[in-house]
């Protein structure tokens, strides 16, 4: 009869190959980036860094944050590309609206904020594919995720409206 030591030494290889497997990326090309919250909340930042403001706006393209940053009265996009995350581009979009305006002002929820409280609301995966500020009366961040959920998050308290 085999000892239980042979049988383990046997069986340790098998055990680690498959460890390994199952924690390996997917195979592809790796073209595609997954644009889960935590990269798109990465983006945001960097775009208001860059900027030198306050972001209202994101929409996810083709593994791109183009991000609305509000910086003083004039909004500036800023590509970033969710792999770096790395600026690959920035372009003044004119000026905020005044509506967007007064409603970052009185703002004490960020954008990057809005994101992390609508992910904990949501029920999918939280893959991120588009966020607006909603202003007016109920300003709100209005989060989208790619599998077709939203939700609002109130940008004066943070609270998940629906």
Do not use: N
Request: net charge negative.
């Amino acid at each position: 009869m085999a000892s239980p030591r042979a049988l383990i030494a046997a069986l340790a290889p098998a055990g680690l190959a498959l460890t390994l497997t199952a924690c390996a990326p997917a195979g592809g090309t790796g073209a595609a980036v997954d644009a889960g919250y935590e990269k798109v909340i990465a983006a945001v930042v960097l775009a208001e860094s860059d900027a030198g403001g306050r972001a209202f706006e994101v929409e996810i393209e083709d593994a791109t944050a183009q991000v609305q940053v509000a910086a003083g009265d004039r909004a500036v996009e800023v590509d970033v590309d969710l792999a770096g995350p790395t600026v690959t581009d920035r372009r003044d979009e004119g000026e905020v609206e005044s509506e967007d305006r007064a409603a970052l002002a009185s703002a004490s929820t960020t954008l990057a904020d809005g994101i992390r409280v609508a992910v904990a609301a949501h029920d999918g995966d939280g893959s991120v594919a588009e966020v607006a500020l909603r202003s007016g009366a109920d300003a709100a961040w209005s989060v989208e995720f790619v599998d077709g959920g939203a939700v609002a998050v109130a940008v004066a308290d943070g609270t998940v409206e629906r």
